[in-house]
Nanobody, 122 residues
Framework: QVQLVESGGGLVQPGGSLRLSCAAS????????MGWYRQAPGNQRELVAR???????DYADPVKGRFAISRDSARNTLFLQMNSLKPEDTAVYYC????????????????WGQGTQVTVSS
């Protein structure tokens, strides 16, 4: 089991910045893939950015060049630096951990945080 707790959301003006954090209850060294997703009202949850254990990153096209994902293994924390925010970035942002586990049944497991609200508005 991995528990994830997001923080850092809030209200920001267009063009502003926010830094989201996701604290994990387990060592993130054991987590194969971590990512940030977002869900706006009326929309499906969508991938924002993800990072592998080897620090390879992948971004959704709308956030490329503006957002940066990183992980700090010493603090078991995932980050999302968001710059040049736009109103269309408004959503609840969720942290995800994707890990292979042996028990109770060997396979890939997904864990989610409770989400943090990001609102971009003047």
């Amino acid at each position: 089991q991995v528990q994830l707790v997001e923080s850092g959301g809030g209200l920001v003006q267009p063009g502003g910045s926010l830094r989201l954090s996701c604290a994990a209850s387990a060592s993130i060294v054991s987590i194969n893939l971590m990512g940030w997703y977002r869900q706006a009202p009326g929309n499906q949850r969508e991938l924002v950015a993800r990072i592998t254990g080897g620090a390879n990153t992948d971004y959704a096209d709308p956030v490329k060049g503006r957002f940066a994902i990183s992980r700090d293994s010493a603090r078991n924390t995932l980050f999302l630096q968001m710059n040049s925010l736009k109103p269309e970035d408004t959503a609840v942002y969720y942290c995800n951990a994707h890990r292979y586990e042996q028990y109770p049944t060997a396979g890939w497991y997904d864990y989610w945080g409770q989400g943090t609200q990001v609102t971009v508005s003047s």
